[in-house]
């Protein structure tokens, strides 16, 4: 019972900028890392960035010092600041999240959102 919903994706110029959500809800009893990928066209999907439960981040080389992942957990809700984009940011973005729900406590379940495209234009 468990969904992630994304929102944010569309259309920018390089060197624009997109905040991407994603919003957990269901039976939640425990969120622990979160995360997102992205994957463009014929290619692998690829971790872009990933925060722990307790606010630790990591980056794909790629990305550091433009992109910024948070959460609120209050609102089980994960983010990604994307600055100064360029087209090679081009990709469809999910956000993904390990979860624990009420109903198996002694399980750490995956979860995927929909996908939100992101198209960044020269």
């Known amino acids: 019972q468990v969904q992630l919903v994304e929102s944010g994706g569309g259309l920018v110029q390089a060197g624009g900028s997109l905040r991407l959500s994603c919003a957990a809800s269901?039976?939640?009893?425990?969120?622990?890392?979160m995360g997102w990928y992205r994957q463009a066209p014929g290619k692998q999907r690829e971790l872009v960035a990933v925060?722990?439960?307790?606010?630790?981040?990591s980056y794909v080389d790629s990305v550091k010092g433009r992109f910024t992942i948070s959460r609120d957990n209050a609102k089980n809700t994960v983010y990604l600041q994307m600055n100064s984009l360029n087209p090679e940011d081009t990709a469809v973005y999910y956000c993904?999240?390990?979860?624990?729900?009420?109903?198996?406590?002694?399980?750490?379940?995956?979860?995927w959102g929909q996908g939100t495209q992101v198209t960044v234009s020269s």
């Open positions: 269901g039976s939640i009893f425990r969120i622990n890392a």
């Open positions: 993904n999240a390990q979860i624990t729900t009420a109903q198996a406590l002694h399980a750490v379940f995956g979860y």
């Open positions: 925060i722990t439960s307790g606010g630790s981040t």
